[in-house]
Nanobody, 123 residues
Framework: QVQLVESGGGLVQPGESLTLSCAGSGESNLDGYAVGWFRQAPGKEREGLSCLSSTDTITYNANSVKGRFTMSRGNDRNTVYLQMNSLKPEDTAVYYC???????????????WGHGTQVTVSS
């Protein structure tokens, strides 16, 4: 069982940046896992944003965030980041990280999930 904890959410104004973090907690460690970032806005389906393979050699970014969001893994191999630039009000959602053995754009392929962190973009 892998336990994930997201952090870094908050309230920002349009055009600002925010960096989310996802780390394995306790005895969990994200090293060796593919990680994905997803979000869900009220009344909308969960949306896949970005994913990174276990070896960090394969990445994917959804068209809605391409050029604005960047995913990376820290040197500790246990922390994965989502750098979000040029934020828009439509980016407002609860953001989740998830881990799996293999990289996938489909949320159903991810077995381990964090509890989410709220991102609100508003003036």
């Amino acid at each position: 069982q892998v336990q994930l904890v997201e952090s870094g959410g908050g309230l920002v104004q349009p055009g600002e940046s925010l960096t989310l973090s996802c780390a394995g907690s306790g005895e969990s460690n994200l090293d060796g896992y593919a990680v994905g970032w997803f979000r869900q806005a009220p009344g909308k389906e969960r949306e896949g944003l970005s994913c990174l393979s276990s070896t960090d050699t394969i990445t994917y970014n959804a068209n809605s965030v391409k050029g604005r969001f960047t995913m990376s893994r820290g040197n500790d191999r246990n922390t994965v980041y989502l750098q979000m630039n040029s934020l828009k009000p439509e980016d407002t959602a609860v953001y989740y990280c998830a881990a799996s053995e293999f990289i996938s754009r489909d949320s159903v392929e991810y077995f381990y999930w964090g509890h989410g962190t709220q991102v609100t973009v508003s003036s």
